[in-house]
């Protein structure tokens, strides 16, 4: 096997809103750094977009679950920072719930009849 992975759009998507929510509980950010960040964590196995992040930052502003600070920071270039509320901080917590009962029910399925993925394939 070995090499980049191809990751369904529908797995990105549904992952998106807490892996961007956890990024952010570590600390505010801007878009460029949380494009960075999602790379890698995941290895350089996500590549998002602009066209993907910025639509789904302005989305969980309008839920109440970030706010946004516009900055100019010491290099001299206007950012816009994002920083997690504690409503954002329920929903990744509501998140983090999910995501434990799917990996366990996937988990579970995959032991049962052997189909956990080898070393390095996850």
């Known amino acids: 096997m070995?090499?980049?992975?191809?990751?369904?759009?529908?797995?990105?998507?549904?992952?998106?809103?807490?892996?961007?929510?956890?990024?952010?509980?570590?600390?505010?950010?801007?878009?460029y750094a949380i494009l960075k960040r999602v790379r890698e964590l995941s290895g350089g196995e996500l590549e998002w977009t602009d066209g993907m992040l910025y639509p789904l930052l302005h989305r969980l502003h309008r839920l109440g679950y970030v706010t946004t600070d516009w900055r100019i920071p010491p290099e001299g270039r206007r950012r816009k920072y994002y920083a997690i509320?504690?409503?954002g901080?329920?929903?990744?917590?509501?998140?983090?719930?999910?995501?434990?009962?799917?990996?366990?029910?996937?988990?579970?399925?995959?032991?049962?009849?052997?189909?956990?993925?080898?070393?390095?394939?996850?």
Do not use: C, M
């Not at 992952?15 to 950010?29: C, H, K, N, Q």
């Open 2 to 31: 070995g090499g980049r992975i191809h990751i369904d759009k529908d797995l990105v998507a549904a992952s998106a809103t807490p892996l961007v929510l956890a990024i952010l509980d570590e600390g505010e950010s801007y878009g």
């Open 89 to 122: 901080r329920a929903a990744l917590a509501e998140q983090k719930r999910q995501w434990a009962a799917v990996t366990r029910a996937l988990n579970d399925i995959w032991t049962r009849f052997d189909l956990v993925p080898a070393a390095g394939e996850v």
């Open 85 to 87: 509320t504690e409503e």
